[in-house]
């Protein structure tokens, strides 16, 4: 191999090393943002589940009749 030759495989090999090392960190920011979002998410579902889990509407005995009766 000449030196030419060994010159532009070194510089092939440092640029897929860089696309590679920029790939990793767009794929750790993207882990990131999803892991606030399921965080987020997973408090909306136990805040909703609490709510639907009390008792949302009264017993009959507790309901007041309507003003025409």
């Known amino acids: 191999m000449t030196e030419d030759e060994i010159r532009c495989r070194l510089i092939d090999i440092e640029m897929a090393l860089d696309n590679q090392a920029k790939t990793i960190d767009d794929l750790s920011e993207m882990v990131v943002k999803q ?20 008792d949302v509407v009264k017993p009959l005995s507790d309901e007041t009749p309507p003003p025409h009766y």
């Not at 997973?42 to 009390?54: C, I, P, V, Y």
């Open 35 to 54: 892991g606030k979002l399921i965080d987020h998410l997973l408090k909306q579902n136990e805040l909703l589940r609490d709510a639907l889990s009390t």
